[in-house]
Each structure stands twice: as structure tokens, then as C-alpha cells.
């Protein structure tokens, strides 16, 4: 930001471009990486125990868990154009990211 003092006390909901369900982000994934990406759903039992075996501090596996619950009931439904009102640059896609990382993905 050039000039932070316009934005004091703004608010922002920094998203990508598109909303997308788990099947989307996996074939965004997919078409990024040239291989097979299935979703996972797992259930609440699952993600716990899979962050529980993570050792992750207790306030950050909770953090991770509430995210997922509130996907799953579709709260994060939205999309907003405030990364290019900001920066004046659209939000990449998922695929645009995963495209300009590879390496962290191979």
C-alpha cells in the first residue's frame, strides 16, 4: 500500500478469484500439475486425528479444525475483488499459484 492511511479501519476479504468446492480446487490442482488430484472429505474424526498426529500446538489444531467445519457448511462462499482493489491485480487462480510453485508440489 502506497498510502496506508487510506486504509485504516477498511476491512478486507482477501480471496481468490472464484469460489470453488473441493472438486474444482482439486482439478485446478490437476490441470496445474498433469496428474490425478482426488478430494478428500474427511470427516471431523478424521481431521481430527490427523491433526492431532501433526503435533501441532493445540490453539492452531483448533484453528485448522473450525476452517474445515465451516467449509463444509459453506461459509466461506464468496468471492471478492478486493486483492485487485488493493494491489490493482486480479487474484491468481489456484492453478496460476500451483503453476508458478511447482516445486513445492513435485
Known sequence: MTVP???LDAVYEL???ATLDVDELAAQYEQALGRPVTAARPS???WARELGALGLPAHVEQHIATIAKLHRADRYNRSTDDVRDITGHPAQTVQ???ERHRDLFD
Do not use: A
Open 15 to 17: 480471496t481468490g478469484p
Open 96 to 98: 496460476q499459484y500451483v
Open 44 to 46: 471431523d474424526d478424521e
Open 5 to 7: 492511511r487510506d486504509h
